[in-house]
Nanobody, 120 residues
């Protein structure tokens, strides 16, 4: 059973960098054809795709976040990390990590999500 768990600060000050880690168990983040993604949901709004890091370590970001986003990984810990810089209160959201299967063309496993509030 694949499990994903987000971790990181629940409160970040404006202009600072939001940093979240997703710890994966039950599968390796280097397993072929999976893309390890970050997705968020602001209060009262829909899901927003932020970006992914692939099984090969390549990254892709939404144009909406590209200028201030970095996704990296630590294969020794089976973790991948989101960094979102210059945050504003509009970045307040529940942040999810998820696994995307290019074979099934779907997100097949999700973390429970973690609420990050941007406030001074």
């Amino acid at each position: 059973q694949v499990q994903l768990q987000e971790s990181g600060p629940g409160l970040v000050k404006p202009s600072q960098t939001l940093s979240l880690t997703c710890t994966v168990s039950g599968d390796s983040i280097t397993t072929n054809y999976y893309y390890w993604s970050w997705i968020r949901q602001p209060p009262g709004k829909g899901l927003e795709w932020i970006g992914y890091i692939s099984y090969r370590g390549t990254t892709s970001y939404s144009p909406s976040f590209k200028s201030r986003t970095s996704i990296s990984r630590d294969t020794s810990k089976n973790q991948f990390t989101l960094q979102l810089s210059s945050v504003t209160p509009e970045d307040t959201a529940v942040y999810y990590c998820a696994r995307y299967s290019s074979h099934w063309v779907t997100y097949d496993y999700w973390g429970n999500g973690t609420l990050v509030t941007v406030s001074s």
